[in-house]
């Protein structure tokens, strides 16, 4: 291994170099075993040769030495950089840092997956890891690439969101070792397109494209000792899509099959699994017929002696294949046929061939596996037991027959079981590729490309350097496109950077492909004779060697070669390359399989006709022998297998290069197929051939590490000034912290010298040299530990300051107690002392007197003889003693005070020994506690926790004091009142006389204000009147034109079904006659066919009997074949018919034969092998012209057949082109053969014409329906109305259509226009005349009238008025007619001529257009013309006078006639009332009539009130109109007020022409009567067109109680059939309105809200005793009383469910975007950011979008805001709109969470407490909604536990609080959220691998049943209930608002 290998070039200078590597520096080192170990310098480096290095793993010290300067260790990544997602957002980009990266995630975090930039490094785990369930598909779907954790799917959802945004094809690239899960990651590629790309119809390819996964592993997959399932072979998968990224198909590529191992496996290896397949299921009956064995007495799979799989069953495997080959289409006959061609290789390879005499071999007689191969297989045993020993030598003249040895025989023997497979294979395949094609258009396409990776063995042979040269071929894609990347990314952010050099293999592609490069030799030396393996290689030598620095001559050998590949240096040794390259089977073989007579067998060894040849049409190709071709003929076009792998590698290379690649390199962590188990050197290795260090080199040599602006702020403002910081401009700021932090900390270097190398600024982001952000890294981690130094350091004192005064606090108090104790006890000692002294004084005294006295006496004279003798012994005595003492006292002084210094010594030295050790022991647990954060935080919520006491202790005494104060004050106050309230007492006896005026006032005024509010009340109902009054006239305009609308569709409809009747009876007559034409043509063609198949059977069969004719008649073996025999008369002998086949022709379908297994095969014996003398008979009696003529009369079919083209061809150039419109009658196909079948030119010529007119009322339908549409939103939004006519909308037609000439500006268009807007007002007044009439005029008989009224309305005067109007609309009329047939008249005549200046100047003048007008005539017509509109004009508005005269005296006769009949009507109940009080007693009548005249007089007082209402409120309005005229007038606005005035004498006297009745005095029963015909008019109105808008104005559920009012009444009447339409057609009505509005979130809510109100209205009346309990006795009354709906309660509970889901489903897709950003990614709380640096993969991605809106937590709120605004402005019940929040907030918790679980850069600890307080505000929103009691709180527990999580301790004593915190977690997700923990900061600790083992461990011992997911279900549902919440309200209150338009319902 060279330097270059191990070494990444460093972009540090001699100067910088030495600030990097110093002691302490941690540093990779080479190793022999584990490939590289980490390391820590022990000293500086300075330029010494070696230097001492401490190994990290076991603490070994060492030297290292260092030989070249520039080529120093590798430096290592900070710790908050390993484990990172991408390897090129590592600082450091080497491979010791890749290899580590890899084996962290891998054996610690078991993350199989990491990105490498653009590719996607897979680990195989050897384990099944449930991390590819469909939860995890919808997870990744639509996300962006680099916000998730790598994953298969995300390289799956980025290759599929770049195709479906650009409409760019892509493909995926996987490759790898064998054994390293290419195969698996291809699958689950497939598998996630198949989910996100699936089709809702029936077709579902996308399970097709799935279901091809097991058959091509059974045929092509097989056992090594590498892998249990290696597929044996490359595949690119094309998986096609339609505009709509749905797919529609796919296509299957396969590359170089390994053939070899259908004859021959290694040890422990297997042959393909179908082999053993077969034979696990040789039990089942279909099975018997092939007499399969066990694998291990099958010779083809007992090789490798290991027939079996640990957890593979054989059986259940090919259970599956076979219902795949169902899936896709296969028959069961071909699946048969399949499985009996597989076992017949199998029995195939016991066939034992043993030598014979000579150079020749021979198979045993009764060889009885011959015998069922050849069964199997359908051919003669005979011929194959003879050419399996033999070969044919075809020479110019003769053909001779040679033996064929033992060996030679057996490698026949091999090939041609090798060909069967690979024949068999590509057929299957070829089955495959066409049941996934589909008949749609693909518009796109993803490719998935499973190929072998590179492969070097201890003997490397053909196969080997096939697939390494196709891995050259791809590396070199891959090199191209990762520098492509690079440079697109430095140009688009405007980096200027130099040239990277990158390794480009094109000279050794070239050796390899190029002319007379190594695969054009070998084909050279194939097609020699005599060529050989040594021969090829010596011409390699001889070309290359010396000459291509790439390939390279073994010393020890002559037949090998080496070629240096990007990967490594393989040998490869020659033996085989001719014969692989070659892949030669004998042709005799083949032409017995050809003669099979089953068909399929046949089929697969037919020659393949060259694709680039011109193919003869069907029915016109001639029949050739397919007899064996002379030498130089066919088997010299064959091509070789390197061709052909060469030629396939090419076009896979244009296929690539057109797509957009993806890439997936697939690592095996070690040989022995272990799980989680990583060996450094089988992974490097790997590495290295796949092209990831290659990335990692690419991207080191420019600038890997980039941060956009914003995050290098957030992530580096430690580092930066007050000074330098400029909010404004962050790139600014960005500039001034690197110029100061990177070039200003550099030794002796001036600020001004600035180094361009070490960063650049792009315009978004700024790129980084390798290494310098871990530079950065480093100086941030020192200014963060000098602040926390500091930190430190004064919160340390202050604690000690503050323990220090508590201690000395303490000592006082316990002091001063303890010394008070001491002086008391004292003092009562000396009391005590001092008594007893004194009484013992006394005594003592009295005796001692006493005593003194009796012996002074005696001895006084002794005394005074003796004292002078004692006194002077004594005073010696006290001499000599004072002189000892006086000595001994100086004397232990000294002694003493020695001692004492010497003692006082020692104890000082002990004292100072003991404290340091001790002081030292605590400054060690300091640092230990201070490097803890949790210890901080123990500490600081203590001290929070004591001075928030302290506060609150301080807060309450303050708040005491202040009361007290308030108290005081409060009293001072209350005795100044006292002193005041005394005073004034007198003042208020004084003032009691004006409180009773002042209470006089305030009833004036309440009376006034009374007055007010009356007249506000009535000012109210005046503009509610107006309001119905102008929605009325709306309705009747809308009616009026939904009348005509429905006249005109009418039309419409006629024409249509007038002119389809014709065209119906055409098509029928010609597709009948074109399906029996074209079924006539079939017959013929598949008979032809089937003929031509049976002779080429018959006549190679009689090939291969010929050939054994003369090996029978052939004494020696030799046969010469008489040259005069030409193979024109072979052909001319062999391309008759028999009479068998012309009978089989005369047969009919059922009869004849359709292959093998059908009736005729079963009946039929088989035939007996000919003779030859019975051969020569039957070529006699061979019917030669048969064939002949059935060749006519195909050749004529075609010929008509193009002749019919032919004329169609020039029918349509003669100018009568087909319309594509797809809405014609009639399609296109069926109106060309139309065309032909019509002999008359007339006859054409009319259903052209239909044709035409049938388009033209199409389009004319069409732009009516949308100008309809248009009007009717124009009704909606302007009060007005116009009338849209069939005439008028026709006229729109002519003038859009451009039928009128538009040359002229005098034109007769304009004409025309005037005359249409004349007939349309004609028409329009008439209208409106009639409809007056008939609503205020009523003919009808039997009302009651008052005396004067039946004088006026008597049966005469009816009868001329009815005759009046009836003659003047029937003469309106028919001048209307007359009118409009003119118009008409005029309008075809101008289509017809269509009449110009230029055509009347050409008919008339000789072509001069200025005589046309040369005395200006046509604008004298035109004038003339217009006069003429004008006076018509004149006459229709003098006639709309008269009509409104007439209208308007109707209109005040009947008002007159209504008045007369109120008065007449009061006077009858006046009459009624006197009369029965008549019938009364005295007191009775009195108190009667007193109550009759107090009625009349208060009815008679109401109607002055109101009058004298009205007549105020028009005063008032009247003075505020003088005050607008008076200021209008100061600012000249006279023309305004005229019109106001014309505008209110308009609107008084519609006022005065149109009376209104209230009746108030009426009640009601709560019911609404309909007609059944105004049913759909009901559910259009109430449901269909009702607005959210409008509905929000009225009572909440009045839609709800609408219906069940109208249901009251069918109930009423007791109609079972009207309660039955109406409630289905409202539930249909309801359905309708969702889906189709199903994303207006209001009207979902509208209707949610009805539903549910109409369920409780049902069950309110229902009659039922559960419902009644809040009922009151007026809604008891209301109950129905012939109908029990509580099934159709049912139906409105399910449908309130399916509106419910409905709105949960569009909620819960408005807020998915909103969750990540609002829950996770939302950094609300300053100073915490968990920033770190991003890969390639976060730094671009398909889905960046500037335009983006961005979403964060405040978003989510507002949208929730909203949604529960809609809610309660439709009045939703409560417990409904609980249940609505309670599912979002689980949407919002289990999304949050999944994602949680999927991005690495989301579990950190900063980040935990951003989620947490992101959660307290949905917690709070709840709470301030009142919707806490909900449930919704609850399901954000999981995600709340995982935020807890990241914040909490993760030491071994805290293992049992963490598990019984997180109890809404399950095992997987809290183990997958601690193996994701990563520390943003170094003084962050990461969570243990041992801490994690005992979590597993406590958490599998407290969940015994414990759900092991990953991900929660975000689509879970909680149940919904709906419960019971009645009305208040009761029916007979209810009103129907005039905005409802439901006019045609009558209250009961």
């Not at 957002?89 to 990266?101: F, H």
């Not at 469909?134 to 980025?158: C, K, R, W």
């Not at 046509?1418 to 004038?1423: D, E, I, S, V």
């Amino acid at each position: 291994m060279t330097s270059a290998d191990l070494y990444v070039q460093t972009f540090l200078k001699e100067s910088e170099i030495g600030q990097v590597y110093v002691k302490g520096a941690r540093i990779w080192v080479p190793d022999a075993e584990n490939v590289w170990l980490g390391a820590e310098l022990l000293e500086n480096y300075t330029g010494q040769k070696k230097i001492k290095i401490q190994l990290e793993d076991n603490g070994e010290e060492r030297e290292f030495e260092i030989k070249d300067k520039k080529r120093l260790p590798h430096l290592r990544n900070p710790e908050i950089l390993i484990g990172e997602n991408d390897l090129t957002s590592l600082s450091y980009l080497n491979e010791p840092e890749v290899l580590y990266n890899l084996k962290v995630r891998f054996l610690e975090s078991n993350c199989i997956y990491t990105y490498c930039g653009i590719v996607l490094v897979a680990i195989n785990p050897y384990e099944q890891l449930p991390i590819y369930g469909n939860e995890l598909i919808q997870m990744y779907s639509g996300q962006d690439m680099g916000t998730m954790d790598p994953h298969i799917f995300a390289v799956a959802e980025e290759a599929f969101k770049l195709m479906s945004r650009f409409d760019k094809n892509q493909s995926i690239i996987v490759s790898g070792e064998s054994g390293a899960g290419k195969t698996v990651s291809a699958k689950y590629a497939m598998r996630y397109f198949a989910m996100v790309g699936g089709s809702q119809k029936e077709t579902q390819v996308e399970q097709k494209v799935l279901a091809s996964n097991p058959i091509m592993e059974a045929i092509g997959n097989a056992k090594t000792t590498r892998n249990d399932n290696s597929s044996r072979f490359g595949k690119y998968i094309e998986i096609s899509f339609n505009k709509n990224n749905e797919i529609i198909g796919a296509h299957m590529r396969t590359y170089l099959l390994e053939k070899s191992r259908v004859v021959y496996q290694a040890a422990e290896e297997r042959n393909y699994h179908i082999f053993y397949q077969l034979c696990a299921s040789k039990d089942l009956p279909e099975f018997k017929k092939y007499c399969l064995l066990s694998p291990d007495d099958f010779y083809y799979t007992s090789h490798g002696q290991a027939p079996e799989i640990d957890g593979v069953d054989d059986g259940e495997d090919l259970v599956s294949v076979r219902e795949a080959f169902t899936m896709l289409g296969i028959s069961e006959k071909d699946q048969m046929m399949i499985f009996q061609i597989q076992s017949a290789v199998l029995h195939f390879g016991n066939v034992k061939i043993r030598e014979a005499d000579g150079e020749s071999s021979e198979i045993k007689k009764d060889d009885k596996h011959l015998t069922i191969m050849c069964k199997l297989l359908g051919i003669e045993e005979s011929q194959m037991r003879m050419w399996l020993c033999n070969k044919k030598i075809v020479t110019v003249g003769e053909v001779l027959t040679k033996p064929l040895t033992l060996t030679q025989a057996s490698f026949a023997q091999d090939a041609l079981a090798k060909h069967i497979y690979a024949q068999i294979f590509d057929w299957i395949v070829e089955k495959i590729n066409k049941a996934l094609q589909s008949g749609a258009k693909s518009t796109k396409f993803i490719g998935v490309l499973d190929i072998y990776g590179f492969e070097t063995f201890e003997i490397n042979s053909f196969e080997q350097f096939c697939i390494n040269y196709a891995n050259e071929k791809l590396q070199q894609i891959f090199n191209m496109h990762v520098f492509k990347l690079e440079q697109e990314e430095y140009v688009r952010e405007a980096i200027e950077w130099s040239f990277i050099d990158f390794y480009d293999n094109q000279p050794c592609i070239d050796l390899i492909e190029s002319k007379l490069g190594i695969l054009d030799l070998l084909d050279e030396e194939c097609k020699m004779p005599k060529g050989s393996d040594e021969n090829w290689c010596q011409k390699l030598y001889d070309k290359h060697l010396g000459k291509a620095k790439h390939f390279e001559k073994p010393r020890m050998s002559r037949s090998a070669f080496i070629i240096n590949h990007f990967a490594d240096r393989v040998e490869y040794q020659a033996d085989g390359f001719l014969e692989k390259n070659r892949d030669t089977v004998l042709e005799e073989n083949i032409n017995i399989l050809r003669a099979s007579e089953f068909e399929l067998v046949a089929e697969l060894f037919e020659e393949k006709v060259d694709p680039n040849e011109k193919k003869s049409r069907a029915g016109s190709a001639t029949t050739h022998p397919l007899r064996q071709a002379p030498k130089g003929g066919r088997g010299s076009n064959k091509k070789t297998v390197g061709s052909q792998f060469r030629e396939s590698l090419h076009k896979l290379m244009e296929t690539l290069n057109a797509t957009t690649p993806h890439y997936i390199r697939c690592i095996k962590p070690n040989d022995t197929k272990e799980a989680f188990i990583f060996e450094p050197k089988r992974a490097v290795e790997q590495l290295r051939a796949c092209g990831v260090l290659e990335t990692i080199r690419i991207s080191a040599a420019g600038y890997p590490s980039r941060w956009t602006y914003p995050e290098f702020f957030q992530r580096y403002r430690v580092l930066a000034g007050s000074k330098d910081i400029n909010r404004s401009d962050q790139r600014k700021t960005c500039e001034n912290v690197l110029t100061k932090v990177i070039q200003g900390n550099v030794k002796k270097t001036p600020r001004g010298l600035e180094d361009p190398d070490k960063y650049r600024f792009g315009k978004t982001k700024i790129f980084f040299r390798a290494g310098q952000v871990a530079y950065l890294e480093k100086l941030r981690s020192d200014k963060l530990k000098a602040c926390g130094i500091m930190i430190q350091k004064h919160v340390k004192g202050w604690l000690a300051r503050r323990r220090y005064q508590r201690i000395i606090k303490s000592i006082t108090l316990l002091q001063k107690y303890g010394r008070g104790l001491l002086a008391r006890r004292h003092a009562k000692f000396l009391r005590e002392t001092f008594a007893a002294t004194r009484i013992q004084k006394h005594w003592k005294g009295y005796k001692a007197r006493s005593h003194y006295i009796k012996v002074r006496k005696a001895t006084v004279i002794i005394q005074s003889a003796i004292r002078g003798f004692f006194g002077r012994i004594l005073f010696k005595k006290e001499l000599h003693e004072h002189r000892a003492i006086t000595i001994q006292k100086l004397v232990r002084s000294w002694l003493a005070r020695k001692r004492y210094k010497r003692v006082m010594r020692g104890i000082v030295l002990l004292q100072s020994h003991f404290r340091r050790r001790r002081a030292k022991k605590e400054l060690k647990q300091l640092k230990i506690e201070a490097k803890s954060v949790e210890h901080i935080k123990n500490v600081n919520k203590g001290l929070e926790n004591k001075i928030i006491q302290l506060q609150q202790k301080l807060d309450a005494k303050n708040k005491e004091g202040m009361t007290i104060k308030e108290q005081e004050v409060y009293i001072k106050q209350l005795k100044t009142e006292m002193e005041k309230l005394r005073s004034s007492s007198e003042e208020a006896k004084k003032s009691s006389n004006k409180i009773t005026d002042l209470i006089q006032q305030i009833k004036d005024l309440q009376e006034e204000l009374s007055k007010e509010r009356e007249e506000k009340q009535v000012l109210i109902s005046e503009k509610e009147e107006l309001v119905k009054e102008h929605t009325q006239v709306l309705s009747k305009m809308a009616e009026e034109k939904c009348k005509l609308k429905e006249e005109l569709e009418e039309a419409n409809l006629k024409l249509q079904q007038q002119e389809t009747s014709t065209d119906d009876v055409l098509k029928r007559k010609l597709e009948e006659a074109t399906q029996q034409l074209q079924a006539e043509f079939d017959s013929e063609r598949g008979h032809h066919q089937r003929l031509v198949k049976e002779h080429a059977r018959l006549q190679q069969r009689f090939e291969n009997l010929q050939s054994e004719m003369q090996m029978v008649t052939s004494p020696h073996g030799h046969k010469r074949t008489p040259s005069d025999i030409s193979a024109i008369s072979l052909e001319s002998y062999t391309s008759s018919a028999s009479p068998d086949e012309v009978k089989y022709e005369e047969e009919g379908p059922e009869d004849k034969d359709q292959g093998y297994g059908t009736k005729k095969k079963k009946k039929a014996p088989a035939p007996p092998v000919p003779t030859a003398s019975a051969m020569e008979k039957e070529m006699k009696d061979v019917d030669v012209g048969l064939i002949l003529r059935l060749q006519n009369k195909m050749k004529e079919i075609e010929q008509q057949k193009t002749k019919l083209e032919e004329r169609l061809r020039q029918y349509e150039d003669e100018g009568h082109p087909q319309t594509g419109n797809s809405d014609a009658v009639i399609s296109n196909s069926a109106f060309d053969a139309l065309k032909q079948q019509l002999v008359n030119a007339d006859d054409v010529q009319l259903v052209i014409k239909l044709q035409k007119r049938v388009a033209e009322l199409e389009m004319t339908k069409s732009k009516l329906a949308d100008e309809l549409d248009e009007r009717d939103d124009e009704d909606e939004e302007k009060s007005g109305f116009k009338i849209t006519t069939p005439e008028y909308a026709y006229n729109n037609l002519k003038r859009m259509n451009g039928h009128v000439d538009k040359e002229p500006p005098y034109d007769n268009k304009e004409e025309m226009q005037e005359l249409q807007n004349e007939n349309d007002k004609l028409k329009r007044e008439v209208n409106k005349l009639m409809k007056s009439i008939s609503e205020n005029v009523s003919f009808e008989k039997g009302g009651t009238n008052s005396p004067a009224g039946k004088e006026f309305m008597d049966a005469k005067k009816i009868e001329d008025q009815v005759k009046v109007f009836r003659d003047q609309f029937t003469a309106m009329a028919d001048e209307l007619d007359r009118r409009r047939e003119e118009c008409l008249q005029l309008r075809a005549m101008l289509a017809e001529k269509s009449i110009t200046t230029h055509a009347i100047a050409k008919e008339s003048y000789g072509g001069n257009d200025d005589l046309v007008n040369e005395d200006n005539e046509l604008a004298l017509a035109y004038r003339t013309q217009k006069e003429l509109n004008r006076l018509l004009e004149n006459q229709l508005q003098k006639t709309e006078k008269d009509i409104k005269k007439k209208e308007e005296k109707l209109k005040r006769e009947i008002k007159e006639l209504k008045t007369e009949n109120e008065a007449a009507q009061k006077i009858i109940n006046q009459f009624n009332s006197i009369t029965r009080n008549l019938q009364l007693g005295p007191e009775a009548k009195i108190e009667a009539t007193m109550q009759h005249e107090i009625t009349r007089l208060t009815s008679e007082n109401l109607d002055l009130r109101e009058k004298a209402d009205k007549q105020a409120d028009q005063i008032r309005k009247m003075k505020k109109m003088l005050k607008v005229y008076a200021k209008k007038l100061k600012d000249g606005d006279v023309a305004e007020i005229e019109a106001e005035l014309e505008k209110d004498d308009k609107q008084k006297k519609t006022e005065d022409n149109v009376a209104t009745v209230k009746h108030l005095d009426r009640t009601y029963m709560g019911m609404l009567e309909y007609k059944k015909e105004d049913e759909g008019r009901l559910i259009k109105c109430l449901i269909m067109d009702l607005k959210p808008k409008v509905a929000q104005g009225l009572l909440p559920g009045l839609p709800a109680y609408i219906l069940f009012m109208c249901v009251r009444h069918t109930d009423y009447i007791n109609d079972d059939e009207k309660v039955r339409t109406l409630l289905t057609n409202t539930i249909n009505g309801i359905k309708k309105c969702v889906k189709k509005h199903n994303k207006e979130l209001e009207r979902v809510i509208l209707w949610l809200a009805n539903t549910c109100r109409l369920l409780h209205t049902l069950k309110q009346y229902s009659g039922e005793k559960t419902f009644q309990s809040e009922n009151t006795s007026r809604q008891n009354e209301h109950c129905l009383r012939n109908f029990d709906l509580s099934e159709y309660r049912q139906v409105f509970s399910d449908l309130a469910v399916w509106i419910f889901q409905t709105m949960i489903k569009y909620m819960e897709e408005v807020i998915q975007p909103m969750v990540v950003p609002a829950v996770l990614e939302h950094e609300a709380i300053a100073g915490l950011s968990a920033s770190k640096p991003s890969g390639m993969r976060g730094r671009s991605s398909s889905t960046q979008d500037e335009d983006v809106r961005e979403l964060s937590l405040d978003t989510l709120m507002k949208s929730l805001n909203k949604y529960n605004q809609v809610l309660s402005q439709h009045a939703v019940d409560p417990e409904l709109v609980k249940q609505v929040f309670r599912q979002l907030y689980y949407y919002i918790g289990s999304n949050a969470l999944n994602n949680l679980l999927l991005r690495k850069d989301m579990c950190n600890w900063s980040k935990g407490m951003q989620i947490r307080y992101n959660l307290s505000h949905l917690e709070q929103w709840l709470r301030d909604n009142k919707l806490n009691e909900s449930g919704a709180q609850s399901t954000l527990e999981p995600i709340t536990q995982a935020s807890q999580l990241l914040q909490a301790r993760k030491s071994e004593a805290d293992v049992d609080s963490i598990c019984e915190m997180c109890s809404k977690l399950t095992t997987a997700q809290i183990v997958k959220i601690l193996n994701l923990y990563t520390p943003v900061d170094e003084f962050e600790e990461r969570v243990p691998i041992s801490f994690i083992r005992k979590i597993q461990e406590r958490l599998k011992s407290t969940k015994k049943e414990e759900d092991n997911t990953l991900l929660i279900d975000t689509k879970y549902s909680f149940p919904v209930t709906f419960p019971f919440n009645p009305s208040s309200l009761t029916l007979d209150s209810i009103d129907v608002p005039e905005a409802l338009h439901l006019d045609f319902l009558t209250r009961v």
